[in-house]
């Protein structure tokens, strides 16, 4: 739960009325986190940088969660663009945005 409401506030700080996520992005955020969670202490503790450690999990660990999760925060009514890949890098953003968050909470804990 506090995985949820943490991506509910980046998501709330990175677009207008985001607070209000479906419950088909409440699961996937879940599912996210449900594999991110065991990455992360190794992760924090071996990765350099936030950014590497970001594109290593979202890219590799748990690929198809963050692609799921991607395609559905990009269907989103409050991205206001004008392309399609505009809206898959906002999306983009705000998943690798609190991916940071957490390893840096796990680094800053550990």
């Given at each position: 739960m506090k995985y949820v409401l943490a991506s509910v506030l980046?998501?709330?700080?990175?677009i207008p009325a985001a607070a209000e996520l479906s419950q088909r992005e409440r699961e996937l955020w879940a599912v996210y986190h449900s594999c991110l969670d065991p990455h992360l202490p190794d992760v924090a503790r071996h990765v350099p940088s936030l950014e590497e450690g970001a594109d290593l999990i979202a890219e590799s660990l748990c690929?198809?969660?963050?692609?799921?999760l991607l395609n559905e925060i990009a269907r989103r009514p409050t991205f206001k663009t004008t392309t399609v890949s505009e809206s898959f890098g906002q999306a983009l953003f705000v998943i690798k945005r609190d991916t940071k968050l957490w390893i840096y909470m796990t680094r800053r804990d550990g």
């Open positions: 980046t998501l709330a700080s990175t690929v198809d969660e963050h692609t799921e």
